[in-house]
Structures are given as C-alpha cells and as structure tokens.
C-alpha cells in the first residue's frame, strides 16, 4: 500500500458475506437484504474507524477482546490486522471512501506519544486513510500545530528530537496525506472555522458520470474548554444547528448524498453488531438533525454499536460507532441513484467488522508499527538528566512529598516558557507565573503524577527519557492564569472538605518560593490565614493579583478546587509529559529539596486534626491509557 493515492479506490467484494460472517448487519428495510444484487444502483462503500489513538501494535488489554452477536468474542487490534481487513473489504468494490471520526492521533501509546503522534500519521497514510473528522484530541497541542506539523509535515524548533522524525522508509515526516475537518470549531475573534466544515468527494457512476457525497463533520462540544485540549482562542458552535446549516447548503449546491461524521457518541448495548437502549448526546441528534443526512457516523464514546434510526420524518438512516483502538471497522454501503445521486435509503446496510487476528498481518503496517516500537524504545533509553537521590510521591503529615515538590517547582518554570510551537491558541499575553499548584492527591479526578523517580544507582543517578515520560503527565498543559489573592485563599482552604463527619485532606503541593501554614484546630473552611501564607517572603494579599500556574484540569475545577474557576487571562503553556522531560533536560542536576514548605500550628490542641489524606494517585502502568480530557470526555470509557 506504500504510496497509495487518496483516490486509488482500492475496494473490497462480497460486502453482504463478509458481513454474516461477524454478525447481522444492520438494515434500512428488507430490500437491503438484495441491495448486493441492485446493479442499476451506484454502489458505494463507506469505511471508517474512530479513536485509535496511536495504539499501533495492540489495543491495551482492557480493549483487545471485544463481544459480538450471541456473546461471542473476539480478539481484536492492531493496524497491521485493521490494514488486512480493509485490504479484504475494499477488494472487488468500485466506490470506496476510508475515513475517521477524530482522536485518530494524539495517542496514549508510548511509540506514537512520544514521538509527536508522527508513527501514527504514517500508519494512517499507508492504509489510505481519505480524510478525517477532527476529534478533541487532535487539539490536544495547538491548531496551528494540527494544521502546520500533523497535515503539512512542517518542522519546528528541536526538529530530530522533539518533531520531524525518520519514519519507516528513512523520509523525514512529511505530514498526512489526508485532512481535517470540523464544522463548529471557530476562531473566537473571527467567527471563521479552523479547519473546512465539510468535504465533497466524487464517485464513479454509469458511463462516466461523477456522482457527489457530502461529507459534514462535528468535534465535540466544550472541546475549547476541557484541560488537554484547553484553547482560548476558539470557541463553538451548536451541534444540530450547525449540521443543518452545512446540510442544507451542501443541498443547494447539488450534493444529493450526505454523511455526518462526528467527534461525539452514545451508547447502546454491549454488542457491536447491533444496538439496544440507545442514549448520550449523538443519539439524541440523531433523532433531529436534518433529514437530508443519509448516515450518521460517531465516536468518541469509544463505544461499539450498529444500528438504524429514524430521521425526523420517519426514514431509517445508521446510526452507528466503531469502539477505539482499532478494535473495528464500520462499513455503510450506500446505493446511489445513478441520475440524481440521491441515496436510496431502503437499501443501506452497515456492519461493524471486529479486526480479528485470524488473518495474516498486512506486512507494510507490521514493518510500520514494528519499526516505530523500537525507534522509541531507543528513544526512551536516551538519558536527559541526572539526580541525586529518589523523589517519591510517599506523603508527610502535612501532604508532602519530594515528588509532589518536584512537579510544583517544574511548574512554576513550565509557567515562565516560550510557547508551544505553532502556538494559535492563545489571546491573552504570556505573562510568567509567580507561584505554581499541583494537586498531589485530588478528591476527585486525576494527578498529573503519575509514578515515583527512583534513583537508579547502577547508572549513577541517569534519568531516562522514559522514566521521566512515565513519572509525570497525562497530556494536560500547563496553564498560567490572573487570580486574586482571595482566590488563592480560598483555594488553599478547598483542600479540606468534611465528607459526612470526616474532615478529607487532599493537599496540594506549592513551588519553592511558597511558605504557608494551616490551623490544625481550625474547621473546614477556616484553617489558612493570608498572614501565614508567603510568596517570595511576602504575607499574600487578598486584594492583590498574582499570576499562578497550574494543569488545566485544576484549572477548570475538574479536580474539586473550584475558587480557581475564578481566573483570568488564562494561557496554555506546554503539555505535562513534554514539558516535564524539558525541564528535567535543563537542570544541571535533579536534588530533592527538603520538606517544610507546609507547616502547621495548634498541633497540640484538643481539636487538631490534619484530616484524612486522600491515598497516593496509583501509577500508570504501561497499558493504562492517560486519562481522558475533563469536560469533553464524559462518555469516554463507559463502554
């Protein structure tokens, strides 16, 4: 497949076999059951996946076996299995279209996160890979950074170390061979979309004639304002509105066929083939959004189902997700009208296909995936920094840690950097931070800590990139932000919270020119006093403003502090895991520094109390994906 056009039209026969094969398809009526024997129709086949997330070799494993028809199941993922079964669905077909639903890149994977997302864009481009909704995560860095490096291929600054790396055939990254779409994603001060709303692509019909399909593409709402894709400079525009308005112009300009691609989900059973008890945001858009949408086609929700549903005025149309990670593969085959191009509906079938591992690996994609595993394996060996001794996440009396210590320091320094390459997502000015806060042990949510750095004394203290990748980080940037003194106040004192007649600590950790100390025997509420509270040696002003730095996900009070919802002038800064390895990178030596920023007094009265510490966040391990971006991913993992 090296080199394949976006318009090869490489295809796959026998749609209707392959289909009883896995399961019922599903059907618009019961003239689909012959919709293979309609040969005065335009047959076209719709292929796509959603989610794969940079997970090249294997889904992890909490993903790689997946439930059928009758409770069968399957063991499933891997590009070099879903490139084999596309090769066998796309054989013998006339009309075909490969395309995604978002979170494509942007993976949880070490070889593809590591490396810039680029193993996965090279993968994609091998299948074939047409074109692509835009999901939240594909905004995980910048939209110039989507726009610039992931589909033009353009380098930027660490060109060789942090971007632009030798991909399987020795080319340096040229970018994708396919775009990115999205219809309601906007620059805030224009009103204008970041990337094309919609697609027209053109199919072969009877005697030479080209027949149009309209393509409308949606990223899931509040995209703009969750943590890892956190983005000041756009906003959004309403889901159902927005696809009726690029329906009906895509109507008025003859498109007659039109598919909803989108970056958001629901759920329906436990069964890929087919759906039961549907509900979330995508179902209840199916029901209302333009009957001029043939197909409906989502994600996100990295769930599994297959099904029809009727359109406002009554006509079935799918409905229908293909999990994550590459566990499947959805087909719709559309029969076209060869003089209008309108679809007939009554003879649409979809089918959701496992990628099962019963069929010999497409060779290019194994070489593809087996090369990138071993470049970062490489890669995560390379040493990037020094230390003295091991800092640990294991916590005082008071919530302290020299591994709690050590992300606040690395904080407040990611708090005061030059921006990310190909920064577009930013308004407000890039004023460096004064203190930084990072919750070691939230209530609720997650710890952009991840694990401990041990010392490793057999290579005298040699910090690894892959040790310092894995300690910290879950692909949320660093934000600074304007707050007032009260603010901080309040948020210090949000750290104890009485949980029926339990008082709950969950401390938050402060940089290394932050003093403070709390009433032991004070309540809920009333344990800080701003005289107590030192930044660079002076009392906190509650009326003063401050610059602070924190991960996005405190920001947005994703994580139960919420005083901080009251920020200003917010500004992205790097992503966690990067930004940790530079920092690490540009200390001459990494020493734990004593404890003793937090302190306490009234320790020997009748009432002191600390409060319950929440347990040390458990450590990622290999196989457990970072957690998902708050706010936008609500479905994520409920399936």
Not at 280 to 307: E, K, Q, R
Not at 310 to 317: A, E, I, Y
Not at 423 to 435: F, K, S, Y
Not at 558 to 567: G, K, R, V
Request: some cysteine.
């Amino acid at each position: 497949m090296r080199g394949m056009g976006r318009r090869s039209f490489m295809t796959a026969a026998g749609s209707l076999v392959t289909m009883a094969a896995t399961g019922s398809p599903a059907l618009a009526g019961n003239h689909a059951r012959d919709a293979a024997s309609a040969s005065e129709y335009v047959d076209v086949q719709l292929l796509s996946i959603t989610d794969l997330h940079g997970y090249l070799q294997a889904p992890p494993a909490s993903d790689a076996v997946i439930r059928g028809a009758g409770g069968a199941e399957f063991t499933v993922g891997g590009v070099p299995y879903l490139a084999a079964h596309l090769n066998n669905l796309r054989a013998g077909r006339a009309n075909t279209l490969f395309f995604g639903q978002g979170d494509l890149f942007s993976g949880w994977a070490f070889p593809a996160e590591s490396l810039a997302d680029e193993p996965t864009i090279e993968a994609l481009n091998r299948m074939g890979l047409d074109f692509s909704t835009a999901g939240n995560h594909e905004f995980d860095r910048t939209p110039g950074f989507l726009i610039d490096h992931m589909e033009h291929g353009r380098p930027y600054e660490g060109a060789g170390w942090t971007n632009s790396f030798p991909d399987s055939t020795g080319q340096t990254f040229p970018g994708a061979n396919f775009r990115y779409y999205s219809a309601n994603m906007l620059w805030g001060n224009s009103g204008k979309t970041v990337l094309p709303p919609v697609n027209v692509e053109w199919v072969r019909g009877p005697g030479g004639r080209r027949l149009p399909i309209g393509f409308i593409h949606l990223t899931v709402t509040g995209t703009d304002t969750g943590s890892t894709s956190f983005q000041t400079a756009l906003r959004m525009t309403e889901q159902v509105e927005t696809a009726n308005r690029c329906a009906s112009r895509l109507k008025a300009q003859g498109v007659n066929a039109i598919v909803l691609s989108m970056h958001d989900g629901a759920v329906a059973g436990s069964d890929f083939t087919s759906g039961s008890n549907p509900s979330g945001p995508a179902y209840d858009l199916a029901l209302t959004v333009s009957s001029d949408i043939d197909a409906i086609v989502t994600g996100h929700w990295h769930c599994a189902f297959n099904m029809m549903v009727p359109d406002p005025s009554g006509r079935p149309r799918p409905f229908v997700e293909a999990g994550c990670h590459g566990q499947l593969i959805n087909e719709i085959s559309l029969r076209l009208d060869p003089a209008t191009g309108e679809v007939v509906r009554e003879l649409t079938v979809s089918t959701n296909h496992p990628t099962t591992h019963d069929v010999t690996p497409d060779p290019e994609l194994k070489e593809t995936a087996d090369y990138w595993s071993g470049y970062a394996d490489h890669r995560g060996a390379t040493r990037i920094g020094r230390q003295t001794a091991s800092f640990t996440r294991t916590m005082n009396t008071f919530g302290e840690s020299t591994m709690g210590n050590l992300t606040a320091d690395w904080a407040l320094w990611a708090g005061g950097q030059d921006l990310d390459p190909f920064d577009t997502g930013n308004i407000h000015p890039n004023d460096p931070a004064r203190l930084a806060l990072i919750a070691v042990a939230p209530r609720q949510g997650s710890c952009v800590i991840n694990a401990d750095l041990p010392l490793d004394a057999t290579a005298k203290g040699a910090v690894s990139y892959r040790t310092a990748f894995n300690a910290v980080g879950y692909g949320d940037p660093i934000v600074t932000a304007t707050v007032t003194g009260q603010c901080i106040h309040d948020t210090l004192e949000q750290q104890w919270k009485m949980q029926g007649s339990v008082l709950t600590y969950a401390p938050l950790a402060v940089s290394h020119n932050v003093r403070y100390s709390f009433d032991e025997a004070g309540s809920a509420g009333d344990r800080v006093d701003p005289a107590d509270v030192l930044i660079d040696g002076v009392p906190l002003d509650p009326r003063a403003t401050y610059r602070i730095a924190v991960t996005a996900y405190t920001l947005i009070g994703a994580d139960d502090y919420p005083a901080l919802l009251a920020h200003s002038q917010p500004v992205r800064h790097t992503r966690d895991f990067e930004s940790f390895i530079a920092y690490v990178q540009s200390r001459p030596v990494l020493t734990p520094a004593p404890l003793g920023r937090v302190t306490a007094h009234n320790a020997d009265a009748l009432r002191a109390e600390t409060g319950r510490l929440s347990p040390v966040p458990r450590t990622r391990g290999a196989d457990t994906p970072r957690v998902a971006s708050a706010g936008t991913d609500g479905g994520h993992g409920r399936c």
